[in-house]
């Protein structure tokens, strides 16, 4: 049997992990719905509940990986009891990953664009209404968008083809240290903005009236459901990672180091976001509008904008990139795994796949706008991400979460053996009942609420 190629260092498998968990939504999302729902005492709340609800689950995805040595297209298929049909949750992680990359590469694509468009100073002298339809008729460009779209694939495929290490660890690691420096940068120039100590009132006091004013079980399921997505568990992105390290050090401090770095990541990201709002009078709101129109808005009304605005959007494209190398070194895998193919093989075969499958999401903003799958004004891009956010995650934890603390699967004593190998922080042994019987219903809580959002409420 191929001997499986392994991390070089402990700090690839932690950086690698984190590019796969740190996504646009630490950016996008989180210092959104921090700044809606209380600011730190938000943050507070969300921390415990990223070590109540996503850390155990991330270990157990770790932990099926490294035992298993496979990843998630044959790790059941190893670990399973005989007679069992666990390995059926396969299908669902692989679907799953496809699905992700099939509306992640427009994302990225966009990044990109904006890169170039920053450094050729595109939004120079542009009024704040006109900044927002260059985000509109990007969107109605499917040639351009296909381009940066196919480039987006082809440099993921690209890294991925050199190897693990040589590929995926060291380009990772450089784009993540430099990932980190932009966003320290941002920082510090965010927070010398005259105007930006109210911004950075605004994000970083607790303000518990805010929390209250929202609701409290509204603040507690934002806290939750962000807690939970943004590591990017349940459909296996994550336990290809431990199929390739060693059983030298325990799995429960490696999480939390990912955890750790996923989060900084998003606090910072606010650090950068609301002094800047705050300084020209700009509301932080939610999604595409606060990258691709607040921020470049904000950019040409700082002294050297073009300069901040390239590395934010340097910074943006570090953090799409990332995720799309690590789940395309999985979907690699998954080829590997499953027909013994040649590393060569996997890269052409599922470059060209992958590129024929994210062209729906590219249209759908112009071409097949027409199609609304979830109702007035939702895109093929939003049902892509509903399936994979609202059904295949929630779903594909509760799976692990079940295999790996039911007697008819995995087992506990099989689970916890393995993510207490080695030297570090051990999984705690009191929380045996509270990941069988408790978290599973909070995860389906979750998946319950996200039908709810989706097509009932307001």
Request: hydrophobic share 50%; aromatic share 14%.
């Amino acid at each position: 049997m191929e001997k499986r190629e392994r991390f070089s260092s402990r700090l690839g498998f932690i950086l690698i992990s984190a590019g796969c968990a740190v996504g646009l939504g630490n950016v996008w999302r989180f210092p959104y719905i921090a700044g809606k729902y209380g600011g730190a005492a938000f943050v507070l709340l969300y921390l415990v509940f990223l070590v109540l609800l996503g850390l155990p689950i991330m270990v157990m995805e770790f932990s099926v990986g490294r035992a298993s040595q496979k990843s998630a297209a044959r790790s059941f298929h190893v670990l399973e009891p005989p007679g069992t049909r666990w390995h059926w949750m396969s299908y669902a992680a692989v679907i799953g990953n496809y699905l992700l990359m099939m509306f992640y590469t427009t994302v990225g694509g966009w990044m990109l664009s904006y890169t170039f468009r920053m450094i050729r100073g595109d939004f120079e002298g542009l009024s704040p209404g006109a900044v927002g339809t260059v985000f509109d008729e990007m969107l109605a460009q499917p040639v351009s968008m296909t381009f940066w779209m196919l480039l987006t694939v082809a440099l993921g495929f690209g890294i991925c083809s050199l190897g693990l290490q040589k590929g995926v660890e060291r380009i990772t690691k450089v784009m993540m240290s430099f990932l980190f420096v932009i966003l320290l940068v941002l920082c510090v120039r965010s927070v010398t903005l005259e105007g930006a100590a109210e911004g950075l009132r605004f994000y970083l006091i607790p303000d518990f009236k805010r929390m209250a004013e929202n609701g409290i079980s509204e603040t507690i399921y934002a806290a939750m459901s962000q807690a939970f997505f943004t590591l990017s568990i349940g459909i296996g992105s994550m336990a290809i990672f431990g199929s390739y390290i060693s059983r030298e050090r325990a799995l429960t401090g490696e999480a939390l180091s990912i955890c750790g770095l996923d989060t900084l990541i998003a606090l910072l990201s606010g650090v950068v976001i609301f002094p800047s709002c705050f300084a020209f009078g700009l509301n932080p709101g939610e999604g595409p509008g606060l990258v691709f129109v607040t921020l470049p808005n904000i950019f040409n009304r700082m002294p050297g904008g073009r300069l901040w605005g390239t590395l934010f959007f340097v910074f943006m494209s570090f953090a799409a990139l990332s995720t799309i190398i690590a789940v395309f070194q999985n979907i690699l895998s998954f080829s590997e795994d499953l027909w013994g193919w040649s590393r060569k093989k996997a890269v052409l075969v599922n470059g060209i796949l992958l590129a024929v499958l994210s062209v729906p999401c590219v249209l759908g903003f112009n071409v097949w706008s027409g199609i609304q799958p979830l109702g007035d004004g939702s895109t093929i891009q939003d049902l892509e991400d509903f399936l994979v956010s609202s059904n295949l995650l929630p779903l594909g934890s509760l799976v692990y979460l079940l295999f790996c603390t039911s007697k008819k699967g995995w087992g506990w004593g099989n689970f916890i053996a393995e993510a207490d190998a080695g030297k570090g922080v051990q999984f705690p042994r009191w929380a045996r009942k509270y990941v069988s019987y408790v978290l599973p219903v909070l995860v389906l809580v979750i998946f319950a609420a996200g039908y709810w959002g989706r097509f009932f409420a307001g």
